[in-house]
């Protein structure tokens, strides 16, 4: 069963996380540092660093948000940084950060569909995303049009929420998703729905081994999982 938002809406998943993100792009940077205790900067960090040896030029960034993790590949000084995602809203607050950085020479923001991205084959050294995939309405097919777009060679890494499974830290992680944090971001963000949303799609989500058989059967070889903070977060690398 698909997980959205929106429980109420027929429409389709697409459509409603980004209505999701249009909604709480305002508060997305904050809630998204505050409920993680600001460890997601880490996370970033760790990802980017995998790239050091590649040194890629030009970089796609799926999912890109409010440009986090675009503005962290900066540090690998490519010659382009193109970021895509489907809420403008997030897009409109990451252009502003990205121009206050005077960086908008390098990184540049796109509305895009990871399932259908604007771009032609092999075109990128690198592909990145994170926590961006399990939002995806249909994975598979989303991994597939990434792969499409990478250079033979080149290399994907993707960051996405993972279950820990050891006592105590599962019980902990389950009672702070499934309590403390989405009232914490229903407060902030005034959406009710979308921090409601977030341990259900990550609850849902094919996480560890289940998502690097997904991963290699889109067409990516060498995979890893490298799991983050107790298991809280995962790093999957991939090339083609």
């Known amino acids: 069963m698909t997980v959205v938002p929106y429980k109420d809406k027929d429409s389709r998943k697409r459509e409603q996380v980004a209505e999701m993100f249009d909604n709480i792009s305002p508060k997305y940077d904050l809630l998204n ?31 890109t948000g409010t440009g986090d993790f675009a503005i962290e590949a900066l540090s690998l000084n490519p010659d382009k940084i193109i970021g895509v995602d489907i809420s403008e809203g997030m897009l409109a607050v990451g252009r502003e950060k990205i121009q206050k950085l ?9 509305t895009g569909d990871s399932e259908s991205l604007p771009f032609t084959d092999n075109y990128f050294d690198a592909v990145i995303v994170s926590f961006g995939v399990r939002n995806f309405e249909n ?16 290399t994907c890494v993707v960051v996405e929420f993972s279950k820990p499974r050891s ?4 019980q902990l992680y389950s009672f702070y998703f499934r309590y ?16 409601k949303y977030l341990p259900e799609s990550v609850q849902a989500f094919p996480d560890g081994a289940d998502f690097l058989a997904i991963y290699e059967k889109a067409g990516f070889k060498k995979t890893k999982c490298i799991p983050l903070t107790f298991g809280i977060c995962s790093i999957y690398i991939g090339q083609k």
């Open 167 to 170: 006592f105590p830290f599962k």
């Open 33 to 63: 540092h505050l409920l993680s205790g600001g460890i997601d900067i880490y996370w970033r960090k760790r990802a980017v660093r995998l790239l050091r040896k590649a040194q890629p030029k030009k970089i796609l960034d799926i999912a």
């Open 102 to 110: 005077g960086k908008q020479d390098i990184i540049e923001l796109r």
């Open 139 to 154: 994975l598979a097919a989303g991994l597939r049009d990434m792969y499409r777009v990478l250079r033979p060679e080149g």
């Open 180 to 195: 403390i944090l989405p009232t914490i971001g229903k407060a902030i963000s005034r959406d009710s729905s979308a921090y």
